[in-house]
């Protein structure tokens, strides 16, 4: 019994903890839904979720399949970011970063019309690689003979992803800030030195 109470009581926890934090993601993805709203829409499909995982279908496959591709889409944009913090040595524009949530335009990280397209296009070619290199229940990827048949497709997504931005940006000025006008500042940390605002 104390046990089960302990399971119970960490699971609440971390289940609140994980709830805050979707709901935060939500709220930053889509800034005209309140905080409060957002969490409650993310309870209410995760909940649904949930059920639908129990009683309607094999969740675990579903479950295994979700977290290897979430994975391999994931790991080259995770690259790319921490190539951009190592180059920027971990100093940001706080300010500028908040660009999209006061539904704005401009600042240091707004770069072409809102979209880093060396990031962006690296960031793809790198999940392509990893999805093309997955091994899930129901799809095996081509690549996947290269490798022998293990899954190394965060390894191949995270290294394709990261060689594609690192050859692109080789530290030549690349970000641009502003309502339509290029303003070209360093790849490697383009902080807040110049430029329009929003």
Request: hydrophobic letters at 50%; charged letters at 10%; aromatic letters at 10%.
């Amino acid at each position: 019994m104390p046990l089960l109470l302990a399971a119970s009581a960490g699971s609440v926890g971390n289940a609140g903890l994980m709830l805050y934090s979707m709901g935060l993601d939500l709220d930053a993805i889509v800034p005209r839904v309140s905080r409060a709203r957002a969490t409650y829409a993310v309870a209410v499909v995760a909940t649904a979720c949930v059920f639908a995982g129990h009683y309607a279908w094999d969740a675990q496959s579903a479950m295994t399949s979700f977290v290897l591709l979430l994975t391999a889409i994931g790991t080259p944009w995770a690259v790319i970011t921490l190539i951009g913090f190592v180059r920027c040595r971990g100093s940001y524009d706080a300010d500028a970063l908040q660009v999209f949530n006061r539904r704005a335009r401009g600042g240091v990280y707004w770069y072409h019309a809102g979209w880093n397209i060396p990031a962006t296009v690296s960031w793809a070619v790198g999940a392509t690689v990893g999805v093309l290199a997955v091994a899930l229940p129901s799809y095996e990827g081509p690549l996947l003979a290269l490798t022998g048949g293990v899954d190394c497709s965060f390894l191949l997504s995270g290294l394709v992803g990261g060689a594609v931005y690192l050859l692109w940006t080789p530290g030549a000025a690349v970000a641009a800030a502003g309502e339509g006008d290029d303003v070209a500042r360093p790849a490697s940390c383009p902080t807040g030195t110049g430029g329009p605002r929003a």
